[in-house]
């Protein structure tokens, strides 16, 4: 028999977890005439159940229900096998997350990109679970906007080499010079965006092309052309 101080060395689990575990009634010591706690055998076999059971990632309370052997088994096992699924998964994704910021050319840039695409996704999960108790106006940019942008497009389309697209993208610059006003910290904070817009998450990417009502790859295009021309100028693109 083990006081508690043996027992606990014995094992390598604290007095406070034994404590713990027999108030769950996971363990159930003998005691003295004195009360104190005795540990034989039967309480190193009670323990050593407790702690395989946790390596499969039970809770005390899901042990605890698991008594008598074999109550409500299945049910505490199934879930409990989704939840590391779950959990095997996230791995998964932070692992192939790592060697893809490990393996790029610029990892710095890699890296901020992935912190962007992770935040977007944490905002966006939190947006659908819990709307704005007041509603808004949709985001959207202006029709003339989204109307110049479209006639950048399909100029590139009928010439790739952007002779005639060349003279709309001025119309583009003079235009979001207008919409900026005097305001050259809004100016300057849209020029930032539009040059970092390679780290841009991917739905950020998908949101801002729906605004002109283009899929990501083509309004990426038409972007790219109009940034060239505007740097070719010395004109930031707004």
């Known amino acids: 028999m083990y006081a508690i101080g043996a027992f606990a060395k014995l094992t390598g689990v604290t007095p406070k977890a034994l404590y713990l575990y027999e108030r769950r009634g996971l363990i159930e010591p003998r005691r003295t005439r004195a009360g104190y706690r005795r540990y034989t055998m039967r309480e190193l076999q009670q323990l050593s159940r407790v702690l395989a059971l946790k390596t499969l990632g039970l809770s005390l309370q899901e042990i605890t229900r698991l008594r008598p052997a074999g109550s409500q088994l299945a049910d505490i096992l199934?879930?409990?096998?989704a939840a590391l699924e779950e959990k095997r998964e996230q791995l998964d994704r932070a692992l192939r997350a790592i060697d893809a910021i490990a393996d790029a050319e610029q990892p710095p840039d890699a890296l901020e990109k992935f912190v962007n695409e992770s935040s977007w996704d944490r905002w966006e999960a939190r947006r659908q679970a819990f709307p704005a108790p007041?509603?808004?106006a949709p985001d959207r940019a202006s029709p003339s906007r989204v109307a110049?942008?479209?006639?950048i497009h399909d100029a590139l389309?009928?010439?790739?080499r952007g002779r005639a697209a060349r003279a709309l993208v001025r119309e583009w610059d003079a235009l979001?010079?207008?919409?900026?006003g005097d305001d050259e910290g809004m100016a300057n904070s849209k020029r930032q965006r539009w040059a970092g817009r390679q780290q841009w998450p991917a739905g950020m990417r998908q949101y801002v092309a729906s605004l002109y009502d283009m899929e990501p790859a083509v309004w990426e295009r038409v972007a790219a052309?109009?940034?060239r021309e505007g740097l070719r100028k010395e004109r930031p693109v707004l």
């Open 225 to 227: 052309f109009v940034e």
């Open 78 to 81: 199934a879930r409990r096998r």
């Open 134 to 136: 007041v509603p808004r």
């Open 176 to 180: 979001l010079e207008r919409e900026a």
């Open 148 to 151: 110049l942008f479209r006639k």
């Open 157 to 160: 389309e009928r010439d790739p």
